[in-house]
């Protein structure tokens, strides 16, 4: 079935079902977790996303699965501990897309060692059985083999420790299919129009009104309950199902989170290089990830809210300062591959609600207003499955769902998990077949096996991406369900023209190619000034 047919289907039969017992609005980390949790609960469910799904944040993160170390030296254990066995669940239950990686803090004075190296044997001890590997103190050769790219003058040593990465856009799309295996019904590019609760008894049901953003069909749907997790733009749609009183307080205080990406030759070994603290008191990371490095992240406070943020001069430069100062080679601006922005959604819940409010120690947030409306903002990828448990739990409270069994999602494998003992291949080599787990089968069936695109992506992945995982654009396929664009601006808009022309062979009728190579050359490097 083509990717028109496919998702054709899936609208008609949408258009179908008067009622479902969720709506989940925002197909980003914590909905898509949301959804599947709740369709393994048995209950039926529905999922929509104005644009791709984690065509926001979700696809923006540093691609790490932490355990949270900051947390443990804000003297968080509860936290920390949580992070630790959410990290090892994720591990488990999506090995092809998401691995261990030892990270090295290097020290460049006596001191640093020692003082970061107990915190992370406490780590350790914390992580127990669900532990990656054992906490080392290198000497400095040792930390030299282990980051061939470090700046070796002053080198005293460093400090060995274990977390995880990921592919974060795969693992959303993966949980979207894994949803839909399970009956959820999800769909991309579907904005949500209205929400309007029928009445304020307890067992009111919401009018939820739909718009198909590809032809403008419209639709009505009801749902027991609807959940808001459209991250930083939740307080847009809290504002728009608001109906009467003063309108509700913001929830969100969005920060900006700056990404670099380099070729690998800057640090070529295959561990992750942490400075935990800058001369300015920020982190720096330098993580190996599908064959190139990321260097970042920054902090960034702002109140506008881009689909498509651009990086601050000045995080720019931050980012490349620390990096000059720590690796054997300064990065300049022509050997950026990519610069790509994510906007974390940050902030404090509101001061009060009709239904009250509560705050989870989590770093997310729950509210349930007064129209019965439930929305959820902040945490992070490594805890989304206990925040849709937390969310979940949030709905049964209130009344709007019947309390059902939960754990369901700790265990269930999702689509593609590969079979016990399958070789792995590691998250920092060059993408390929192997990001597709156990459905790398199904991919060769797709024509164009043997017809390579280029950074690993083939015309028979390209069909896979529209009949089998909801692309719809160029940007979907590049960006998304092959991560070209996060990695070399360049080569993606070299790609692009080759792909279009299979979208179009797949009956796409426009696959937006003057847009995509549009947000290449954003996320191109400005010229440096003079």
């Known amino acids: 079935m083509t990717g028109p047919s496919a998702r054709a289907a ?6 179908a079902t008067s009622a479902v017992d969720l709506a989940v609005v925002g197909g980003g980390a914590t909905g898509l977790g949301v959804a599947l949790d709740a369709a393994l609960r048995g209950f039926s469910v529905a999922l929509f996303d104005s644009h791709d799904f984690a065509g926001g944040t979700s696809s923006r993160s540093t691609k790490l699965l932490h355990g949270g170390v900051r947390y443990l030296a804000q003297g968080n254990i509860a936290l920390v501990r949580e992070a630790l066995a959410e990290r090892a669940t994720v591990l488990r239950i999506a090995p092809h897309l998401a691995q261990p990686l030892p990270f090295v803090m290097p020290s460049y004075h006596w001191w640093q060692t020692p003082f970061y190296g107990m915190g992370l044997k406490l780590y350790d001890l914390m992580a127990g059985r669900a532990g990656l590997g054992r906490t080392a103190f290198l000497s400095r050769s040792e930390t030299l083999a282990a980051l061939p790219g470090a700046d070796p003058a002053g080198l005293q040593g460093g400090v060995r420790y274990w977390d995880g990465q990921f592919d974060d856009a795969r693992l959303a799309l993966t949980l979207a299919r894994s949803a839909e295996a399970v009956g959820a019904r999800v769909l991309n590019y579907v904005q949500v129009t209205g929400i309007r609760r029928r009445s304020d008894a307890p067992d009111a049901w919401t009018d939820v009104d739909l718009q198909d953003r590809l032809d403008g069909v419209a639709h009505r749907l009801q749902a027991r309950c609807v959940v808001n997790a459209t991250g930083v733009w939740v307080d847009d749609l809290r504002a728009g199902a608001h109906r009467e009183g003063p309108a509700p307080e913001r ?25 935990p603290k800058t001369r300015d008191g920020r982190v720096l990371f330098a993580v190996p990830w599908l064959g190139k490095l990321i260097l970042g992240t920054t902090d960034t406070p702002r109140q506008d809210l881009p689909r498509e943020p651009q990086a601050f001069d000045e995080e720019l430069a931050f980012i490349l300062g620390v990096a000059g100062r720590v690796l054997r080679r300064p990065v300049r601006h022509e050997d950026i591959r990519s610069i790509w922005v994510g906007l974390r959604p940050l902030g404090a819940p509101p001061a009060s609600t009709q239904s009250g409010t509560k705050v989870l120690s989590r770093e997310h947030t729950i509210v349930v207003d007064g129209n019965g409306l439930v929305t959820v903002t902040g945490g992070k990828w490594t805890t989304y499955r206990a925040m849709a448990e937390d969310v979940l739990d949030r709905c049964f409270s209130s009344g709007l769902l019947p309390r059902r069994e939960g754990g369901l999602s700790e265990r269930h494998l999702l689509l593609g998990t590969p079979d016990p003992g399958s070789p792995a291949v590691p998250l920092h080599e060059p993408p390929g077949l ?15 096996a043997d017809r390579g695109l ?6 028979a992945m390209v069909r896979h991406a529209v009949r089998s995982e909801h692309a719809l654009t160029i940007e979907d396929v590049l960006a998304r369900r092959w991560r070209a664009l996060f990695l070399d601006a360049k080569a993606a808009a070299a790609m692009a023209p080759a792909v279009s022309d299979i979208l179009r062979e797949e009956g796409i009728a426009d696959p937006a190619l003057d847009t995509f190579l ?9 010229a440096p000034r003079d």
């Open 434 to 448: 192997h990001l597709y787990g156990s459905e790398s089968s199904k991919v060769l069936q797709c024509p164009g």
């Open 518 to 526: 549009q947000l290449c050359r954003r996320y191109l490097p400005p």
């Open 251 to 275: 929830m969100v205080s969005p920060s900006q989170g700056v990404h670099v990406v380099v070729d690998r030759e800057f640090m070529p070994g295959d561990h992750a290089l942490l400075i």
């Open 10 to 15: 899936r609208w008609a039969r949408l258009s």
């Open 454 to 459: 280029g950074m690993g992506l083939t015309e």
